[in-house]
């Protein structure tokens, strides 16, 4: 488990247009270095903190979603375009927030690296958490 955190955590797009509130502690906190994630958010390494879906409630505005790959879904701000998070069909009940969209993200610490040797080489993150060559998480 990522956290025992039960304090609410929020998050926004850039515009505001979508909010969110959840209410349950962090199921998982992890960077991923995969092209997907950096073509989606446009930066070199992406970090993602996962929650129940049914622990989240929408206090504003609702993401849209874009699918590339089948049983993924990239959700993001209709109004500003914000990257927002992602969905997977493999991890059903789970959601996932981009780290930089939520209200305090120093509550979250990375505990792994996804997709490590998809890393850009001159990206340097010196830390001793576990390094996945793919998917940190299993999926179903």
Partial sequence: MASTDTTPA???????????????PALAVSYCHCADCRRATGAPVTVFVGFAAERISFEEGRPQAHSRHAG??????????SPIGYRDAGLPGELYFYLGVMDEPERYRP????FIDEAWRWLS???????????SRARQ
């Fill in 10 to 24: 929020t998050g926004r797009c850039r515009c505001g247009t979508v909010r969110w509130r959840v209410d349950s």
């Fill in 72 to 81: 993924v879904e990239r959700l993001f701000c209709g109004g500003c375009g």
């Fill in 111 to 114: 505990q792994c690296h996804a």
């Fill in 125 to 135: 993150l010196d830390d001793d958490l576990l390094r996945h060559q793919g998917l």
